[in-house]
C-alpha cells in the first residue's frame, strides 16, 4: 500500500513544464535558474524560484539533466538462452538503475554482429558504461574491445579470476560441491551431471565442485554419467535422454541449470519414472522456473536480482570514480543457498506429502 501511494505522489509531482505555466516563462527559463546560469534576469530567477517554491517543485533526473547536468548512460548487452534467467536480471538491473537516477538502455547481442560494430554502436550512443551478464562476461574479445575504447564493465556471474574487470559473482563450485554433498548425504552413489555451455567459465567451476565433492566421498567420476548440455531446456533433454537410457542409470541428476533440470524431470515422467521417488533431480539458479514446475525443483539459489543490481551500482562507483579521484576495480561475491523442494529424496524412496 505505502509502495502504491508513493507512486501516485510521483506521478502527480509538479513538472519543470507545471513551474514554467506557474511563472509565465519556457522551459528553458526554469532549465536556466535550475542551472544557476547568469543569463538569466534577475526579476525573472525570482519569479521561477517563487514558482520553485509555491509548487514545492523537486527536479527529477532528467530535468537536471536538461538543465546542464552530467547524464550518466549504461549499457546492458545480452545474450542469454534462459527467459526466465534474462527475466530476473532484467528486473534487477531496472530497479537499480532508476535507484541510481542513470539511464539503462538494453541491447541484444547479436552472434552475427563483430564486435568492432557492437562497441561502435555503444559509443554512438554515448553509452558510459557495461553490463556483462553470462555469456558475454567471458567473451574476451568483447572486454578487450570494450576496454581499448574506453568504456567501463562490470562482468556477473563470472567464473573467471578477478582481474582487471569489475565483477560480482556466487561461488560456484563451492554451490555445486555443497549440492553434490547433499546429494551424497541422501545416500546417492551414482550421480549424474548435466555440464553448462563450455562458453561460461561458470560451467567449469560447477563441475569442479561436483568432482570434488565426489572424490572427498571417496566416489570415482564416471564419464557415462556426464552429459553436455548449453543451458538451454533443448539441450537438456537430450542430455537427460542420454544418461537415463543407460543399462544402470543414475539414481540422481545434478543439472547445471533449472532449464537442463525441468528438462530432465519431463524426459524422466516421459519414461515412466517418478521424481522424486525414482529419479532425484536437482538444478542451480532458482528462477522462477523451479517453481512453477512440477515437482518443485530443489536447487541453488544464485540471487540472480540481486547481482544484477550490484552490478549497477558497481559500475556507477566506477564511473564517479572515474570522474572524481580514481576508481576501485571491485569484485562482489554474494552469497549463494542451497533450496530443498520436492524433487529430491533418498534413492528409491518417497517422500512423506508435505515433507521438505
Same mark, same amino acid.
Given at each position: 500500500?505505502?509502495?502504491?501511494?508513493?507512486?501516485?505522489?510521483?506521478?502527480?509531482?509538479?513538472?519543470?513544464?507545471?513551474?514554467?505555466?506557474?511563472?509565465?516563462?519556457?522551459?528553458?527559463?526554469?532549465?536556466?535558474?535550475?542551472?544557476?546560469?547568469?543569463?538569466?534576469?534577475?526579476?525573472?530567477?525570482?519569479?521561477?524560484?517563487?514558482?520553485?517554491?509555491?509548487? #514545492?517543485?523537486?527536479? %527529477? $533526473?532528467? +530535468?537536471?539533466?536538461?538543465? *546542464?547536468?552530467? @547524464?550518466?548512460?549504461?549499457?546492458?548487452?545480452? /545474450?542469454?538462452?534462459?527467459?526466465?534467467?534474462?527475466?530476473?536480471?532484467?528486473?534487477?538491473?531496472?530497479?537499480?538503475?532508476?535507484?541510481?537516477?542513470?539511464?539503462?538502455?538494453?541491447?541484444?547481442?547479436?552472434?552475427?554482429?563483430?564486435?568492432?560494430?557492437?562497441?561502435?554502436?555503444?559509443?554512438?550512443?554515448?553509452?558510459?558504461?557495461?553490463?556483462?551478464?553470462?555469456?558475454?562476461?567471458?567473451?574476451?574479445?568483447?572486454?578487450?574491445?570494450?576496454?581499448?575504447?574506453?568504456?567501463?564493465?562490470?562482468?556477473?556471474?563470472?567464473?573467471?579470476?578477478?582481474?582487471?574487470?569489475?565483477?560480482?559473482?556466487?561461488?560456484?563450485?563451492?554451490?555445486?560441491?555443497?549440492?553434490?554433498?547433499?546429494?551424497?548425504?541422501?545416500?546417492?552413489?551414482?550421480?549424474?551431471?548435466?555440464?553448462? #555451455?563450455?562458453?561460461? %567459465? $561458470?560451467? +567449469?567451476?560447477?563441475?569442479? *565442485?561436483?568432482? @570434488?565433492?565426489?572424490?572427498?566421498?571417496?566416489? /570415482?567420476?564416471?564419464?557415462?554419467?556426464?552429459?553436455?548440455?548449453?543451458?538451454?531446456?533443448?539441450?537438456?533433454?537430450?542430455?537427460?535422454?542420454?544418461?537415463?537410457?543407460?543399462?544402470?542409470?543414475?539414481?540422481?541428476?545434478?543439472?547445471?541449470?533449472?532449464?537442463?533440470?525441468?528438462?530432465?524431470?519431463?524426459?524422466?515422467?516421459?519414461?515412466?519414472?517418478?521424481?522424486?521417488?525414482?529419479?532425484?533431480?536437482?538444478?542451480?539458479?532458482?528462477?522462477?522456473?523451479?517453481?512453477?514446475?512440477?515437482?518443485?525443483?530443489?536447487?541453488?539459489?544464485?540471487?540472480?536480482?540481486?547481482?544484477?543490481?550490484?552490478?549497477?551500482?558497481?559500475?556507477?562507483?566506477?564511473?564517479?570514480?572515474?570522474?572524481?579521484?580514481?576508481?576501485?576495480?571491485?569484485?562482489?561475491?554474494?552469497?549463494?543457498?542451497?533450496?530443498?523442494?520436492?524433487?529430491? +529424496?533418498?534413492?528409491?524412496?518417497?517422500?512423506?506429502?508435505?515433507?521438505?
Amino acid at each position: 500500500m505505502t509502495d502504491t501511494r508513493s507512486s501516485r505522489r510521483q506521478r502527480n509531482a509538479p513538472t519543470i513544464n507545471d513551474v514554467a505555466v506557474h511563472a509565465g516563462v519556457s522551459p528553458m527559463t526554469v532549465s536556466r535558474v535550475i542551472n544557476g546560469e547568469q543569463v538569466v534576469r534577475a526579476a525573472t530567477r525570482e519569479k521561477v524560484e517563487a514558482a520553485i517554491a509555491a509548487l #514545492n517543485y523537486a527536479p %527529477s $533526473a532528467a +530535468a537536471r539533466t536538461l538543465a *546542464g547536468g552530467e @547524464e550518466t548512460r549504461i549499457g546492458l548487452l545480452y /545474450s542469454n538462452p534462459s527467459s526466465s534467467y534474462l527475466s530476473e536480471f532484467l528486473v534487477g538491473s531496472l530497479d537499480q538503475a532508476s535507484r541510481s537516477s542513470v539511464d539503462l538502455v538494453v541491447e541484444k547481442w547479436d552472434e552475427d554482429t563483430s564486435v568492432a560494430s557492437v562497441v561502435a554502436h555503444l559509443k554512438r550512443g554515448r553509452i558510459d558504461g557495461v553490463i556483462l551478464p553470462p555469456p558475454l562476461c567471458d567473451l574476451p574479445e568483447l572486454v578487450n574491445a570494450l576496454d581499448e575504447a574506453g568504456i567501463p564493465a562490470v562482468a556477473v556471474a563470472t567464473g573467471r579470476a578477478p582481474g582487471e574487470l569489475a565483477a560480482v559473482s556466487i561461488d560456484d563450485r563451492l554451490a555445486a560441491y555443497e549440492m553434490t554433498r547433499h546429494l551424497i548425504a541422501l545416500g546417492h552413489s551414482r550421480i549424474g551431471f548435466i555440464r553448462g #555451455n563450455p562458453n561460461q %567459465s $561458470a560451467s +567449469a567451476k560447477r563441475f569442479e *565442485g561436483y568432482v @570434488e565433492a565426489l572424490g572427498e566421498a571417496g566416489l /570415482s567420476v564416471q564419464d557415462e554419467l556426464i552429459a553436455q548440455g548449453f543451458f538451454t531446456y533443448r539441450s537438456g533433454l537430450d542430455a537427460a535422454e542420454h544418461i537415463l537410457s543407460l543399462l544402470d542409470p543414475p539414481t540422481a541428476i545434478f543439472a547445471s541449470n533449472d532449464d537442463m533440470a525441468a528438462a530432465t524431470v519431463a524426459i524422466a515422467h516421459r519414461t515412466g519414472l517418478d521424481v522424486p521417488g525414482d529419479l532425484t533431480v536437482c538444478g542451480f539458479d532458482d528462477t522462477s522456473l523451479a517453481t512453477t514446475i512440477w515437482p518443485e525443483l530443489t536447487t541453488i539459489r544464485q540471487p540472480i536480482s540481486a547481482m544484477a543490481r550490484a552490478a549497477v551500482e558497481v559500475l556507477v562507483r566506477q564511473l564517479k570514480g572515474r570522474r572524481g579521484s580514481g576508481a576501485e576495480v571491485e569484485h562482489l561475491v554474494l552469497d549463494h543457498a542451497l533450496i530443498r523442494r520436492q524433487s529430491d +529424496a533418498a534413492p528409491r524412496m518417497r517422500p512423506r506429502l508435505g515433507s521438505r
